[in-house]
């Protein structure tokens, strides 16, 4: 005969196991968030891509004197993207540079205007996330190791605490082995990341994700290999797609090995002839328009779908190289137009693309889900 009590008693164990089924359910699903792994600062989930654009005032639109750029033609992205620097002197395309040019008042080195102040004030831009592009180049990596620019470090960390709760992902000496144009040298700029890393900790700087990137094409694994600051003060890895070569992109592999998230931080379409130099490519005009986005725009895309639980990021560059003093005699960029801003037949192809929903555009709730998964 069965007793009341055992009947009692079977039922609490019954409800105790399907308690902790439950449990471990939830805690597996957690778990299972980004492939069983502890994400990185400010991950999505996998088969999650935070859209940026970019990458200075003209570009990205959507302020009071800017109204013809990204966010004046497309739903606001997940973040938008600018830049600034630690050069102390010196000139570039007649702008002087005093350190932090771009931060908070506006410049133009040569590559469109740059104010981050003016964009994080606008009420377009308060659901976006914020990527810098700081550029510690041509000797400044030499001179941030040795403490030389730990009063930039300081003013840099201090605006980015003041804003709060918006995800930041730095990008610390951005296209490191960009030799021919930033000049880094491996023992300078790995001190020099380091450096601005622990004095950002040591500040109570949170609201930061260490953004490690690479160049485009000539990228190699030896050189990053030798270029690492290393896995405890590198958040992602980065690297730039410009042309379709980087649908091989060694820093694909790097990113899996060293189990790190990956943003493609510079993305723009650039087709390159015999002798290395850039065709004509004008999105404003309908028969190139066509032509990059079978050639280009779509292995672009087919990088981002083959690697789901790896690029987690991605910013596309809407500017007018061609237009640009800085960029008039390169011949990667002097024959570009790449805003998609100004293609009609892009645009229906862009949006068909990106409203996906494994696309993070700004939303009220886009902050809290960055910082809530960990």
Not at 86 to 113: N, R
Not at 196 to 225: C, E, H, P
Not at 259 to 286: M, R
Request: glycine share 8%; proline share 4%; charged share 25%.
């Amino acid at each position: 005969m069965v007793t009341p009590f055992f009947k009692v008693g079977i039922l609490v164990f019954l409800a105790g196991m399907l308690y902790a089924c439950n449990f471990q359910e939830a805690d597996n699903k957690a778990n299972n968030i980004n492939g069983g792994k502890r994400p990185a600062k400010f991950e999505p989930a996998d088969g999650k891509v935070i859209l940026f654009a970019g990458q200075e005032l003209e570009a990205i639109g959507g302020t009071e004197n800017y109204r013809d750029g990204y966010f004046d033609h497309y739903p606001a992205p997940g973040g938008f993207v600018q830049y600034t620097n630690f050069m102390k002197s010196g000139k570039s395309f007649g702008a002087v540079l005093h350190g932090l040019d771009g931060l908070t008042e506006l410049t133009d080195w040569g590559d469109g205007p740059e104010n981050m102040a003016i964009t994080i004030a606008d009420k377009d831009f308060k659901n976006s996330c914020l990527a810098i592009g700081l550029d510690i180049g041509n000797g400044n990596d030499s001179i941030t190791s040795t403490g030389g620019h730990d009063s930039l470090i300081n003013r840099l960390g201090n605006w980015i605490k003041g804003l709060d709760k918006r995800p930041v992902f730095l990008r610390v000496g951005y296209e490191f082995d960009g030799f021919e144009w930033n000049h880094y040298k491996k023992e300078f700029y790995i001190p020099a990341f380091r450096r601005i890393r622990k004095m950002l900790d040591s500040m109570g700087v949170t609201n930061v994700a260490y953004v490690w990137q690479s160049k485009a094409v000539g990228a190699n694994r030896k050189t990053f290999d030798e270029f690492y600051p290393g896995d405890e003060y590198v958040d992602w890895v980065a690297f730039s797609f410009f042309t379709t070569e980087e649908e091989n992109h060694p820093m694909i592999q790097f990113a899996k090995d060293h189990d790190k998230p990956l943003f493609i931080a510079e993305a723009s379409p650039v087709i390159l002839d015999a002798k290395g130099v850039s065709t004509h490519l004008d999105l404003t005009q309908n028969a190139d328009a066509a032509l990059a986005w079978k050639e280009w725009f779509i292995p672009f895309f087919r990088t981002v779908h083959s690697n789901p639980g790896i690029i987690k990021a991605i910013h596309y560059i809407n500017a007018p190289w061609k237009k640009r003093p800085m960029w008039k005699n390169n011949n990667f960029f002097k024959n570009i137009d790449a805003r998609i801003t100004e293609s009609d037949s892009i645009k229906v192809w862009w949006l068909k693309e990106t409203s996906q929903s494994q696309y993070l555009k700004a939303s009220d709730t886009l902050f809290n889900n960055l910082w809530n998964n960990k």
